[in-house]
């Protein structure tokens, strides 16, 4: 007498450890991650009557003006001088874009003056003044 013996492959993929190791997945991107610490430099905003809110922040690039001179486009600091080409480069990219400048209450005229020059020969019309809401 013959005897058929069945043997039978499972096809199957064990799942039972999936969440484990999903678990474990998270909690590696959780403490490798790196927030964003550097916003811009150290301003002191002026205070305005009434604002506005911007339409877009995707189309938002933002300089900030210390009162020391220092300009920072972005979270860059550059040099007055290659303001302009960096601002055209952006305007090419995104036509839709909009400057909103941060400038220290204490900056001096002359930073501000050279900031404007160079943003309209790099043709970015399309300027914001931060400010903070007055306190009453």
Known sequence: MKLN??????NEISTSSLPDIIFMLLIFFMVTTVMREFEGLEVVLPRAQTIEKLESKR????????????ISVDDQII??????????????KDPK????????ENSI?????????QLRQAQALKLNYSALTQSK
């Open 5 to 10: 013996r069945k043997n039978k492959t499972s």
């Open 59 to 70: 189309h938002t690039s933002y300089i900030w003006a210390t009162k020391d001179g220092l």
């Open 79 to 92: 040099n007055i001088n290659d303001l302009g080409e960096v601002m055209y480069l952006k305007i090419t």
């Open 97 to 104: 874009l909009t400057v909103s400048l941060k400038s220290d």
């Open 109 to 117: 005229m002359e930073t501000l003056t050279d900031i404007h020059t």
